[in-house]
Every structure is written in C-alpha cells, then in structure tokens.
C-alpha cells in the first residue's frame, strides 16, 4: 500500500471529521432525540437474530463496497472516493461531537463501543480497497496491460481477497461483539 495514498486519506478522513464536528456545533443538537436516552434505552433491550443481523450485514456492507467500487473505477472515481472518506469522517466528527455534548465522558465510551472492534477490521480494509481503486483510476492507457501481467494480477487478487476476508471478519466483529459490547457500556447509563 502506497503511503502517500494513506496519508492523503487521512487528511481527508480528518478534514470531514472537523467539518463534522463544526456542523454539529453551528446547528446544536438539542432540537432532536437523535442518540437521545430514550433511543439508547431502546437498544439496551433489543433481542438480536445473530443469524438474521449476519446476512443484513453482510447485505449492507457488500452492496456498499461494490457500490464504492464501480462508482471509483469510473472517470469520476477518484473525486467520489476523496468524497466517501471525507463523509466518513463528518460521520464520525458529527457522532463523537453528538455524545460528547449530550452525555460528556460516557458519551466518548458509547461512541467507542457503537465503532468497535469492527472498526478495527473495516478501517485497513477500506483503506486498502480506496487505495486499490485508487491505484486503478490512476492508470492511463495501459490499464487493460497490467491486468493482464502474471504477477500484477496475482498481487491485485490477493489484496482483493485480503480485503474482503478482512471486512468479513469486521462483519462477524459487528454481529457477534459488537452488540454485547453496546449493551455492557449502556449499563453506566
């Protein structure tokens, strides 16, 4: 994986995290119920299809991914690529920006355990699959050659699978831990 491509990530990542975080505290978030108490509370008891939830998310993920994808190979990917990780990054900047001014310290907790561990899995593996798109829309005419050289194809393969293996470990990450670990820090609630 390039470096210079991850760093630019990062920047971007960070840009739309300060513009996430600015966003919600121009507009205020006392006006709704979003994260509000009575919506945690409601997850606290929420019984999980461990089954069900596994293929929702896979579903979910899948069809984001291979959107992300086709829509970064084309003329206009690189500019919606640098525009996914900036969004991740208001997400994520409005979230934590959210919790911290509702509920203070026990709000950063919340937010760690709504983004762990599966964050821990999708972060490198969305990072390699931007910068393998990356890669691809930054070649000029002689794309269709380098699919077609033996070792470049082989690497390119097994960075695919990487990232794949690697987002359905985050999946299971997300089914299977996640929730328990939600439920535990909503007990301080």
């Known amino acids: 994986m390039n470096i210079g491509k991850v760093q630019k990530q990062v920047i971007l990542f960070l840009a739309g995290f300060v513009l996430g975080v600015l966003y919600i505290y121009m507009i205020g978030c006392q006006e709704t119920d979003f ?5 945690l509370m409601q997850i606290s008891f929420l019984e999980i299809g461990y089954r069900d939830y596994f293929w929702y998310l896979l579903k979910r993920r899948g069809l984001l991914g291979i959107g992300i994808a086709l829509v970064g190979m084309t003329a206009a990917g690189q500019l919606f690529l640098a525009g996914v990780v900036m969004y991740f990054g208001m997400s994520i900047g409005g979230m934590l920006s959210v919790m911290i001014l509702r509920y203070g310290w026990k709000g950063i907790l919340l937010s760690l355990s709504f983004c762990l561990p599966q964050d821990l899995f999708y972060v490198p593996a969305g990072s390699m699959g931007i ?3 990356a890669a691809c829309g930054g070649q000029k005419s002689d794309r269709l050659q380098v699919y077609h050289t033996g070792e470049k194809k082989r690497n390119r393969v097994k960075k695919i699978v990487t990232v794949l293996g690697v987002t359905i470990i985050g ?3 997300e089914c299977y831990v996640n929730p328990l670990l939600v439920k535990t820090v ?3 609630f």
């Open 35 to 39: 994260l509000g108490i009575q919506s």
């Open 131 to 133: 910068s393998l798109l």
């Open 171 to 173: 999946i299971l990450a």
């Open 186 to 188: 909503l007990k301080i």
